[in-house]
């Protein structure tokens, strides 16, 4: 598969259809909910000219979905630019504040951190193009954080009926929006409370529980940034 980009007329770039992240074959795939299941799109992702969006799929069970932006440099050239996104995909939405499109997806890196894939919690992730790559802009959207911290504490209280037998993943996906808006210091705490009451559970790590996922929680955390 070949993508061909033309301005007024003139062919500006041509080159096959590939990433490294999907080795020989990529499928081109509305990774980011167009709407009209059309995988490639122009849209305006910053100041001067659009760009051209392309979402790929690697296949495979539970990966990946890849967005692709060509952007016009300063040579009059396209650009290529790549963001392995995994499972979340993206939806391309124009955000309050801002005259430009940004990437809304989740936070891949949760996946399989604290249990399996199913009961993963992945919080709110927010990127904007610059020209040159993509920037975390979450902490930039506080009402986007809150509601997505609301839904994984839901998520996590809806579990007292099977005991917490599997909460750690949403749990941690919370923990992480409550970092975002700056409250580590009472989301530690609720954590703590959760763990001596026996509510915070892995079964993928069933020796590991109470304090234990907590530490591992906020180290976590804070490795990543939040």
Known sequence: TTLTISRAGHVVYRGAVSAS???????????????N?????????????PDVVLG??????HCCYIIEVFALSSAKK????????GDPGARIEALPG??????VTADDNFAYEFTDFAAS???LKVLRFSGQGFTNVTR?????????????????????????????????????????????IPANQFLTQQARAGHLNSLLNL??????????????????GY
């Open 121 to 123: 919690g992945l919080p």
């Open 207 to 224: 020796s590991v529980k109470g304090g234990a996922l907590v530490i591992q929680i906020e180290r976590f955390l804070q490795q990543q």
């Open 98 to 103: 801002n005259p430009y499109a940004a990437l």
């Open 21 to 35: 992240f999907c080795g020989q074959l990529c499928w081109p795939a509305p990774s980011y909910g167009s709407g």
């Open 37 to 49: 299941g059309n995988p490639l799109r122009v849209v305006s992702l910053r100041a001067g000219s």
């Open 78 to 85: 396209y650009v290529k630019s790549v963001i392995n996104l």
């Open 140 to 184: 930039q959207y506080p009402s986007m954080i809150r509601a997505d911290a609301a839904n994984w504490l839901a998520a996590f209280y809806s579990q007292a009926s099977s005991h917490y037998s599997d909460s750690v993943g949403v749990i941690a996906a919370w923990a992480a929006d409550e970092y975002l808006l700056g409250r580590a």
């Open 56 to 61: 790929l799929y690697s296949g495979g069970a």
